[in-house]
């Protein structure tokens, strides 16, 4: 939709296409709603941090870094400039990639 489209930038899109190709946005749809659900950004849980290979975990980061959340190793979560909507919108295509790839 135009909304998800308007918050989701180009770099993501591609990230997303990668995550798909390594089969890893299950993981990163928990880690997304993990943070959406608390309501917050506090705390963490390292363990939905570690995948596989590193290149995984960079690519989550980096993904989620774009919605204006910078992920800490712990699994923590730190936000930027009122970043709800677009980790709203993150969440949003995540879990209809996890449907459709399911």
Do not use: C, W
Request: hydrophobic share 45%.
């Amino acid at each position: 939709t135009q909304f998800i489209s308007a918050e989701l930038r180009d770099k993501q899109l591609e990230l997303l296409l990668e995550s798909l190709e390594r089969k890893i946005v299950s993981q990163q749809l928990k880690l997304v709603r993990t943070h959406i659900t608390l309501g917050s950004f506090q705390g963490g849980d390292a363990k939905l941090l570690s995948f596989p290979h590193k290149e995984e975990q960079e690519l989550t980061m980096a993904l989620v870094e774009l919605s204006g959340v910078e992920l800490q190793e712990d699994g923590s979560a730190v936000p930027r400039h009122q970043p709800f909507e677009a980790v709203a919108a993150l969440f949003v295509v995540l879990y209809a990639l996890n449907l459709l790839s399911g």
